[in-house]
């Protein structure tokens, strides 16, 4: 790797200004949150738009959006894992087998959407039943569920193609998407709420509708997309599936960790619930503002993987963990300086804006651990450490049960209490993750494992579907340092085995003149900077 040449005056210039890794960060992060945000904002509007048909249409709204997200958090993996995959699959030059990861995660998103399908057609009255439904609200939102169901084989499809542009660097396209369909959501439902006076239900079918609009603006992209989905083989599909359980595991942690802090604010009164729904609103903004940077994080982690460059992946996981902390210093304090006038915006009553306002500082004062935790997220999930972070996620409820259960016992310590709780919660999971992303990336191992010796993550060298995974199960996955399983994927392994000392002294040489004050390492996301100008790499990440 050639090391771009800077001028003296370099090192005062990055201190006045973001480098071009910084801003390449910043760049990918941007269009990333307004995705993020797009969906929210909608459902508020949804909200508005259905609340106007009364309380018994707005209460099946919420009975069936419930369910509905709870399909949402279950197939999320199909972006999350696809991004990763693409990433690493580029980064190592095997644009073939970025392809495969593409189209396992389409044939994934249309399978498992049939069987979706059914499932909620058969199941929708249990599942409202179960929800606390009864009577007329029930009735409407089962049929609210059964008219939903039609879009989820397009929804499913936009998660796979948002992880597959989101993977090639493209965070302007799913943007754009969303916002478009959206658009096309908020114009069905007014058409068919009011006029054509399909009430409800007409609300579900502008839903459906903007699902196929997003689904159909994704597979059009695919003809400028800079990778094209290939068929995939056994083994992409597998890869993919096992990926899908884990992260699926992770996702139903951390909706436990949120539905439990809602159980026990149920327990200290209405006041309280009321108080506590009005700053979750607020913390589910924030993160949403936050998560953008893990966005960065994880593709150019998984490129950097995929070259095989270690010092890469370091100085990235530096970048965007700094730049978290600042984003999360900045807006924790604008909700602490902000927390005693914030709830009036929602509501009038005094009882309730005094609860939120206790529970808003303490969400305020997390949001740093937040921020550390969301871009933690996105590192590993570059490298594909999906058991890491499903068992982390885990484990963060263990830091999180004492305070809620104390809180439960004793209705004195109140919001606080609760919010308390969910700081450990977030802190738990930074410094788990933490603590796993320094043992990946500080060359800790004593030895690498025995498939690795041909170095399969190296720049220029694309490793096949599944390499080293059959070597792993014949060692047990019990490799010196590495905690090593079956069935991890081969960027997981490689990123484990780089680690080993003196395997990877280029990178290592790198990394100490970054540390020492020398050039920005923007070739790991595609730009050198020489002299101040900057200067385009070749898609290997080097120099031309």
Same mark, same amino acid.
């Given at each position: 790797?050639?090391?771009?040449?800077?001028?003296?005056? =370099?090192?005062?210039?990055?201190?006045?200004?973001?480098?071009?890794?910084?801003?390449?960060?910043?760049?990918?992060?941007?269009?990333?949150?307004?995705?993020?945000?797009?969906? /929210?904002? !909608?459902?508020?509007?949804?909200?508005?738009?259905?609340?106007?048909?009364?309380?018994?249409?707005?209460?099946?709204?919420?009975?069936?959006?419930?369910?509905?997200?709870?399909?949402?958090?279950?197939?999320? +993996?199909?972006?999350?894992?696809?991004?990763?995959?693409?990433?690493?699959?580029?980064?190592?030059?095997?644009?073939?087998?970025?392809?495969?990861?593409?189209?396992?995660?389409?044939?994934?998103?249309?399978?498992?959407?049939?069987?979706?399908?059914?499932?909620?057609?058969?199941?929708?009255?249990?599942?409202?039943?179960?929800?606390?439904?009864?009577?007329?609200?029930?009735?409407?939102?089962?049929? !609210?569920?059964?008219?939903?169901?039609?879009?989820?084989?397009?929804?499913?499809?936009?998660?796979?193609?948002?992880?597959?542009?989101?993977?090639?660097?493209?965070?302007?396209?799913?943007?754009?998407? =969303?916002?478009?369909?959206?658009?096309?959501?908020?114009?069905?439902?007014?058409?068919?709420?009011?006029?054509?006076?399909?009430?409800?239900?007409?609300?579900?079918?502008?839903?459906?509708?903007?699902?196929?609009?997003?689904?159909?603006?994704?597979?059009?992209?695919?003809?400028?997309?800079?990778?094209?989905?290939?068929?995939?083989?056994?083994?992409?599909?597998?890869?993919?599936?096992?990926?899908?359980?884990?992260?699926?595991?992770?996702?139903?942690?951390?909706?436990?960790?949120?539905?439990?802090?809602? =159980?026990?604010?149920?327990?200290?009164?209405?006041?309280?619930?009321?108080?506590?729904?009005?700053?979750?609103?607020?913390?589910?903004?924030?993160?949403?503002?936050?998560?953008? @940077?893990?966005?960065?994080?994880?593709?150019?982690?998984?490129?950097?993987?995929?070259?095989?460059?270690?010092?890469?992946?370091?100085?990235?996981?530096?970048?965007?963990?700094?730049?978290?902390?600042?984003?999360?210093?900045?807006?924790?304090?604008?909700?602490?300086?902000?927390?005693?006038?914030?709830?009036?915006?929602?509501?009038?009553?005094?009882?309730?804006?005094?609860?939120?306002?206790?529970?808003?500082?303490?969400?305020?004062?997390?949001?740093?651990?937040?921020?550390?935790? +969301?871009?933690?997220?996105?590192?590993?999930?570059?490298?594909?450490? !999906?058991?890491?972070?499903?068992?982390?996620?885990?484990?963060?409820?263990?830091? +999180?049960? /004492?305070?809620?259960?104390?809180?439960?016992?004793?209705?004195?310590?109140?919001?606080?209490?609760?919010?308390?709780?969910?700081?450990?919660?977030?802190?738990?999971?930074?410094?788990?993750?933490?603590?796993?992303?320094?043992?990946?990336?500080?060359?800790?191992?004593?030895?690498?494992?025995?498939?690795?010796?041909?170095?399969?993550?190296?720049?220029?060298?694309?490793?096949?579907?599944?390499?080293?995974?059959?070597?792993?199960?014949?060692?047990?996955?019990?490799?010196?340092?590495?905690?090593?399983?079956?069935?991890?994927?081969?960027?997981?392994?490689?990123?484990?085995?780089?680690?080993?000392?003196?395997?990877?002294?280029?990178?290592?040489? @790198?990394?100490?003149?970054?540390?020492?004050?020398?050039?920005?390492?923007?070739?790991?996301?595609?730009?050198?900077?020489?002299?101040?100008?900057?200067?385009?790499?070749?898609?290997?990440?080097?120099?031309?």
């Amino acid at each position: 790797m050639r090391m771009a040449v800077t001028g003296p005056g =370099a090192a005062a210039r990055r201190g006045r200004r973001l480098d071009g890794l910084d801003r390449r960060i910043v760049a990918l992060a941007v269009p990333a949150l307004g995705a993020l945000v797009v969906q /929210p904002v !909608y459902n508020l509007t949804d909200a508005a738009i259905v609340g106007h048909l009364g309380t018994g249409p707005l209460a099946a709204l919420a009975l069936a959006g419930g369910a509905l997200a709870l399909v949402g958090w279950t197939a999320g +993996f199909l972006q999350m894992a696809t991004v990763s995959a693409v990433a690493f699959r580029r980064g190592a030059g095997d644009e073939a087998g970025a392809g495969r990861a593409v189209g396992a995660a389409y044939a994934l998103a249309a399978a498992e959407g049939v069987v979706l399908v059914v499932a909620v057609v058969l199941g929708a009255p249990a599942v409202v039943a179960v929800l606390g439904g009864h009577g007329g609200v029930a009735s409407a939102a089962v049929g !609210y569920l059964r008219i939903s169901s039609v879009g989820l084989v397009p929804l499913l499809v936009s998660l796979a193609g948002n992880g597959h542009l989101v993977g090639t660097r493209d965070t302007r396209g799913p943007f754009l998407v =969303a916002l478009v369909a959206n658009a096309v959501n908020v114009v069905l439902e007014v058409v068919l709420v009011y006029p054509a006076g399909l009430g409800l239900a007409g609300s579900a079918w502008g839903t459906v509708g903007a699902e196929v609009v997003s689904a159909a603006l994704f597979v059009w992209r695919w003809r400028t997309a800079a990778v094209v989905p290939r068929r995939p083989g056994r083994a992409e599909l597998g890869q993919l599936a096992r990926d899908g359980a884990r992260l699926t595991v992770r996702s139903a942690a951390l909706g436990a960790a949120l539905l439990s802090s809602t =159980a026990v604010a149920a327990r200290l009164g209405a006041a309280a619930l009321a108080g506590h729904q009005v700053t979750l609103q607020v913390w589910t903004l924030l993160a949403l503002a936050l998560d953008a @940077l893990a966005v960065p994080a994880q593709v150019f982690v998984g490129e950097a993987i995929g070259r095989g460059d270690l010092a890469a992946a370091r100085v990235v996981g530096r970048r965007t963990l700094r730049l978290g902390c600042a984003a999360g210093v900045v807006v924790g304090g604008a909700v602490v300086a902000s927390a005693w006038a914030l709830p009036a915006v929602f509501t009038p009553g005094r009882a309730v804006q005094a609860e939120a306002t206790r529970a808003l500082v303490v969400c305020g004062a997390l949001q740093p651990a937040a921020a550390l935790a +969301f871009v933690l997220d996105g590192l590993l999930l570059g490298a594909a450490r !999906y058991r890491t972070l499903q068992r982390a996620m885990v484990a963060a409820l263990a830091a +999180f049960a /004492p305070l809620a259960v104390a809180t439960a016992l004793d209705h004195r310590l109140g919001l606080v209490g609760v919010w308390l709780g969910l700081w450990c919660w977030l802190a738990a999971r930074a410094g788990l993750l933490g603590w796993r992303w320094i043992a990946m990336t500080g060359g800790r191992s004593a030895a690498g494992p025995p498939h690795l010796a041909g170095r399969p993550g190296a720049a220029g060298s694309a490793p096949a579907p599944g390499a080293g995974r059959a070597a792993a199960e014949g060692e047990q996955g019990d490799v010196v340092g590495v905690d090593l399983v079956a069935d991890e994927p081969a960027h997981d392994v490689v990123a484990d085995g780089l680690g080993v000392d003196g395997a990877d002294e280029g990178a290592e040489a @790198l990394e100490a003149q970054v540390e020492a004050g020398g050039p920005p390492l923007d070739e790991a996301v595609g730009v050198a900077e020489e002299d101040g100008a900057g200067r385009e790499l070749d898609g290997g990440g080097r120099a031309g």
